[in-house]
């Protein structure tokens, strides 16, 4: 995968700098079998909703068993 390795900043920094609480789970798969990310963004000091999305989406859309194929 040719990516800058700075390139996940542009989506962490903005909630880094204004004190949002944010979770990156894991919501499906490219048609290459790589992860794809979901971020979830809340009021500020609010981490326990996002913590509860986070934990209801995990609920819905298991993946724990799931792998990146990397062949």
Known sequence: INVSPTAWMAFT???NMTGH???SIPCG???DGLPIGMQI???RFDELTVL???KAF??????QDK???FS
């Open 52 to 54: 509860q999305v986070s």
């Open 67 to 69: 792998r990146p194929n």
């Open 21 to 23: 609480p944010a979770a």
């Open 41 to 43: 963004v809340g009021k």
């Open 58 to 63: 995990e609920e819905v859309a298991p993946w």
């Open 13 to 15: 920094f903005p909630f």
């Open 29 to 31: 798969w490219t048609n």
